[in-house]
């Protein structure tokens, strides 16, 4: 069993940074493939980046690409999205999420979210214009 916190969202401005973390808890994460996903209102969940726990390996959803950063911390087993340059469409709720049978994070992403073995409870962004 993995328990995953997720915290650091809050309301920004059009531009600016947040730096969300994801806390995991109760088993190793070698193996997993480690993500965030968001969902805004009326929306459907979306992947926005992935990263292989043990290689590092990340993959992220184009519109994303430049502006968000995932890394990982082994020693304190904490996942994290830096986000820079934050628009409004950045908007929802973030997701952390753990996937052992997806092999990299593009698998993840391909699967959308399905194949996820642990979901975080999610920490609300919300970007003003």
């Known amino acids: 069993q993995v328990q995953l916190v997720e915290s650091g969202g809050g309301l920004v401005q059009t531009g600016n940074s947040l730096r969300l973390s994801c806390a995991a808890s109760?088993?190793?994460?070698?193996?997993?493939?480690m993500g965030w996903f968001r969902q805004a209102p009326g929306k459907e969940r979306e992947f926005v980046a992935g990263?292989?726990?043990?290689?590092?390996?990340?993959y992220y959803v184009d519109s994303v690409k430049g502006r968000f950063t995932i890394s990982r911390d082994n020693a304190k087993n904490t996942l994290y999205l830096q986000m820079n340059s934050l628009k409004p469409e950045d908007t929802a709720v973030y997701y952390c999420a753990a996937d052992r049978g997806a092999r990299t994070a593009q698998v993840m992403a391909a699967r959308k979210g399905y194949g996820v073995d642990y979901w975080g409870k999610g920490t609300l962004v919300t970007v003003s214009s």
């Open positions: 109760g088993r190793t994460l070698n193996g997993y493939i």
């Open positions: 990263i292989s726990w043990s290689s590092g390996s990340a």
